[in-house]
């Protein structure tokens, strides 16, 4: 018989869970024990069923996601299992990894029958890393004691606690002896006091230049692409990207909009004139649509000095010359950062010239590991800090299982 080779994974989802967390996006039904049996029952006749379709593949990973998985309790989560043991070509060394709070993942006795039933990553809050010597020995977690020859470390930074980081790893590197360079939100949006982004919150802008000067008038940031006004400043992609270049410990900045940074000066003052000629009897509150968003018109005819009902001819050339100025480089003074929670990454973390580039392993404790945004390392949006994580962490993961092989001499 021909040997099944292709590789497939199973993600398995427990919908079950004790409370709904607010950024959970998944299908979870809280409180709903009196459900499970029945889930459990169908879930694993459509596994067997769907096992008909998988006979040329071999299971590699099976992970058991949610909802919180372990909140099933141990004896469905062993039916399950059984399940996929009996109906799929299960690799022997398959990855199998149940999501679980540790409020729900059971006592010792249940992590063993876990075991048992063939899963072997359990999620704990790790608290310490205890060493012997140099040789690290195991990881305390909150729920017990975890031996072990190597550990990878990737904990996340501080920002977006929500999702579950906040900062612990530090302190696990900082106990090993490594440099942490001071932590901080980055891709974060900005806040001002400016009335004009009260006036046009809600205003997304595209295609707009976006240049940042330091309180010593030096340029730090320019770029061009989507930018949001908000209520306490200003958001999206530009005013993210234009956080990372910025330190308020020195003070703020002024952040400067291009509306048009296609045209230079006297291309826009062309244009001006072209779109005045044409509208000369219309209201500025109409006229200016051709080049503005109408809820910027408003702030526009301000800037100007004029009304909204002011009509297109009666516009001063001191007052065109001063739309043009608003428009080549609207300043908005930037107070500080928004909170830490609100940064989609971390800057700062572990410093790299104390790691192994090739493997993360530390040099300072052999057999640590480090991986993600817990390090001293971050980028742009656009799916860069991922790349990052990812590729950390897998220059760690096999870091680590190298490091192991060679501890038991394989
Ligand atoms: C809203 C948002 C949108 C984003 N969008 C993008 C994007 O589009 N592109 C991009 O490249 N990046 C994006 N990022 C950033 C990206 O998600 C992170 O850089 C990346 O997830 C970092 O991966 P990580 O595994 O190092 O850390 P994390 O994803 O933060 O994971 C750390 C994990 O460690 C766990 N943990 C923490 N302390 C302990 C402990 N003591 N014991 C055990 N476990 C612990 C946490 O619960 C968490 O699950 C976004 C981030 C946010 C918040």
Same mark, same amino acid.
């Given at each position: ?19 709904k967390?607010?950024?959970?996006d ?25 096992? #008909? ?58 992590? *063993?029958?876990?075991r048992?039933?063939?899963?072997? /990553? ?34 996340g ?11 612990d ?27 004009w982004?009260?006036? %046009? ?14 309180? *010593? +008038? ?70 200016l ?9 408003p702030?526009?005819? #301000?800037?100007m ?6 009509k297109?001819?009666? /516009?001063?050339?001191?007052?065109? %010359? ?6 080549? +480089? ?6 500080g ?22 493997? %993360? #392993? ?13 390090l001293d ?9 991922? #790349?990052?994580?990812?590729?950390? +962490? *897998? ?11 060679g501890?038991?001499?394989?």
């Open positions: 018989m021909k040997k099944p080779v292709k590789p497939l994974g199973l993600y398995i989802h427990i919908p079950f869970c004790k409370s967390c607010i950024y959970c998944f299908y979870s039904l809280p409180r709903a024990e009196d459900r499970m049996d029945r889930y459990v029952s169908a879930l694993c006749r459509q596994l067997a069923e769907i096992a #008909q379709r998988t006979t040329a593949h071999t299971v590699d990973s099976v992970y058991l996601g949610g909802g919180t998985p372990s909140y099933l309790g141990e004896k469905r989560l062993r039916h399950i299992l059984k399940t996929v043991k009996k109906h799929y070509h299960l690799s022997r060394d398959a990855e199998i990894t149940l999501e679980a709070n540790p409020d729900s993942a059971g006592d010792w006795r249940t992590l *063993r029958a876990l048992r039933a063939g899963v072997h /990553i359990v999620q704990d809050r790790a608290l310490s890393l205890a060493r012997d010597g140099e040789t690290l020995t195991g990881v305390a977690g909150e729920r017990g004691w975890y031996p072990c020859r190597a550990v990878v470390v990737t904990t930074g501080v920002s977006y606690p929500l999702t579950g980081s906040t900062g790893g530090y302190a696990l590197a900082e106990a090993l002896g490594h440099t942490v360079i001071p932590p901080r939100g980055s891709l974060v949006p900005l806040e001002s006091e400016s009335p982004c009260v006036q %046009m919150q809600g205003l997304s802008l595209r295609n707009v230049g976006l240049t940042v000067w330091d309180q *010593r +008038g030096k340029k730090i940031f320019r770029e061009q692409g989507e930018l949001l006004f908000t209520h306490f400043g200003l958001s999206g992609p530009l005013a993210l990207s234009a956080s990372a270049h910025m330190d308020f410990t020195k003070g703020g900045y002024i952040a400067s909009i291009d509306w048009k940074p296609a045209l230079d000066d006297k291309k826009l003052d062309a244009r001006l004139l072209r779109e005045f000629a044409e509208r000369s009897n219309q209201d500025c509150a109409n006229a649509g051709a080049l503005v968003p109408r809820s910027d018109i702030v526009m005819v #301000q800037w000095g004029v009304s909204l009902h002011t297109v001819h009666e /516009i001063r050339k001191d007052q065109r %010359m001063a739309l043009l100025a608003a428009l080549k +480089g609207f300043a908005i003074p930037i107070k950062p928004r909170p830490v929670e609100e940064a989609i990454i971390t800057a700062g973390g572990v410093k790299l010239s104390e790691l192994d580039p090739k493997t %993360m #392993q530390s040099k300072k404790v052999p057999g640590v590991f480090f991986a993600g945004e817990v390392a971050d980028a742009y949006t656009g799916g860069f800090n991922l #790349q990052i994580a990812w590729c950390t +962490g *897998r220059a760690a993961g096999e870091g680590a299982a190298h490091y192991c092989r501890a038991e001499g394989l």
